[in-house]
């Protein structure tokens, strides 16, 4: 989509995504395992083999003298005990991803800018928040949940604010003129404009923004290449970009590669607790809700284990997850370490927006899904069984097990069955001989039925005290033969 030249944009730069999704995963790592000795402070790159050069480094591998795009064997030349990781770009993109996911609560047009920048649409939500000002504090209320290191620029044109923001800026600011002068102390190595071309360029002297202002767009047709000049005349703020918007996926799933194999599974749950977030994150975009969650370690030398996380209630927050989650790997033996994790989500319920009175059984019904699944995670689904009401006269056929999850709908028509208000609490699975002197207090209530299936009954139904005081469901037989069937309590 394409848009005039009139519109406020921000973009966010951020060049060291790998080096700090790793930094935050050894904390947690670290965080699980504490018997593992870390070095608080190593030298550690990120590196590209096929270029062989440093893209990205942290602080102490920087006071060591290292630099960005040095190759592999001079900076291990400076530093013997240097960490190296090689660049994957998927990393980021992902981390991207997952960053617009949450930015999309507070800000509409987002546009990912493969593989280090986001660009966001300012001037439609200007007046929503009031100002520019009040609209950045909330963006950087969401980008500082984040453990990464961020450059941002804002300007009427997407590549010049890319351009002022890739020279480590934090500059936003709607003041054109005030852009236009941050612009001319860009250098022009910093755009987008081809490499080739930026030569080409040195060699007739535009070798900075201001001189390029000073040419015709014209000038510089037959030298360089439409890409360039497409870009050029984006930076002038001639022609718009073309920009494709995010959109939230409609599946949800992540991948985590580990710093490290881990072969105990509590070890684990730190860094799934993170990965969870994301899907928190992701689901309070969606006004979503997760049943059931899909969780593959892939172990170094064994075949990959798929744990299908299942929740009585519909959840979206990560420590509710996680909790079942913890129930249900203390009974799970690694083979070998693992590598890597992957957290699928492959339905979502949509949120109930419907209010209910204060005197609602909601709160009693959570609690009881809740427990049902930390149940079903520690003993494992056919283990936990349910009662459900059967349309059956006889006491001992009106209720039936099965290990689906019943719904608050069912529970309430169970309660409501009419003749369940004089039923004993705790009813007998065989009957058993009436032994002691009763009272009787009610009755009779007569029960014949089962003619159908062969197993008919025919019994008087009476409430009965003992001498002690306890309360019981009697029945006597047409062989004037008596019975227990329940206890009240």
């Known amino acids: 989509m394409q848009f005039d030249t009139s519109s406020l944009w921000i973009y966010l730069y951020l060049p060291n995504l790998q080096l700090n999704i790793q930094q935050v995963h050894a904390e947690h790592l670290s965080a699980g395992d ?21 893209l990205q480094l942290n602080a102490q591998a920087q006071k ?60 439609n939500m200007l007046r929503l928040y009031g100002g520019l000002a009040q609209y950045w504090q909330v963006i950087m209320e969401v980008i500082s949940k984040q453990s990464y290191d961020v450059y941002y620029a804002s300007a009427y044109s997407v590549n010049v604010a890319k351009l002022i923001a890739k020279h480590e800026q934090h500059y936003v600011v709607d003041n054109k003129k005030l852009i236009h002068k941050k612009l001319q102390e860009c250098s022009l190595l910093l755009t987008d404009i081809d490499k080739k071309d930026i030569e080409k360029l040195q060699r007739i002297g535009i070798k900075s923004i201001a001189d390029l202002f000073e040419q015709p767009l014209s000038a510089f047709a037959s030298r360089v290449s439409k890409f360039s000049l497409q870009i050029m005349s984006e930076l002038r703020g001639e022609s718009a970009a073309k920009l494709r918007f995010y959109q939230p996926p409609q599946r949800y799933e992540h991948y985590l590669e580990l710093l490290y ?41 064994h075949e990959p284990i798929t744990q299908v996380i299942n929740s009585a209630l519909p959840i979206y927050k990560s420590a509710h997850w996680l909790d079942i989650i913890a129930l249900r790997f203390e009974h799970l033996a690694l083979s070998s370490g693992v590598y890597g994790i992957t957290i699928r989500c492959d339905k979502i319920e949509q949120a109930d927006g419907c209010e209910s009175d204060f005197f609602s059984e909601k709160s009693t019904h959570v609690a009881a899904m809740t427990l049902l699944s930390r149940l079903k995670a520690k003993l494992g689904e056919q283990q936990v069984k349910l009662m459900q009401y059967h349309d059956d006269y006889r006491p001992e056929c009106c209720t039936q097990l099965f290990t689906k999850t019943i719904n608050k709908q069912q529970k309430n028509n169970n309660l409501n069955k009419p003749h369940f208000l004089d039923r004993p609490g705790f009813l007998l699975r065989v009957p058993i001989p009436l032994n002691t002197k009763v009272s009787i207090i009610d009755g009779p209530e007569r029960i014949a039925s089962g003619w159908w299936d062969n197993h008919e009954v025919q019994r008087d139904y009476f409430l009965a005290q003992s001498h002690q005081g306890q309360q019981m469901w009697i029945f006597r037989t047409i062989d004037d033969n008596w019975f227990v069937h329940g206890y009240f309590i």
Do not use: W
């Open 64 to 123: 060591l003298g290292i630099k960005k795009g040095m190759g592999l064997a001079s900076a291990s030349i400076i530093c013997s005990h240097l960490v190296v990781s090689e660049y994957k770009e998927t990393i980021a993109i992902q981390a991207l991803q997952e960053l617009a996911n949450q930015l999309y609560l507070v800000t509409s047009d987002i546009v990912i800018d493969e593989p280090s920048g986001l660009f966001l649409r300012a001037q």
């Open 34 to 54: 504490k018997h593992r000795e870390i070095d608080e402070s190593p030298a550690q790159i990120i590196y590209h083999p096929k270029l062989n050069q440093v």
């Open 261 to 301: 194999d881990l072969e105990i599974t509590a070890r684990l749950l730190p860094v799934i607790g993170k990965c969870l977030d994301t899907l928190e994150a992701y689901l309070l975009v969606r006004n979503g809700l997760a049943l059931s969650i899909n969780i593959t370690l892939f172990q170094r030398e």
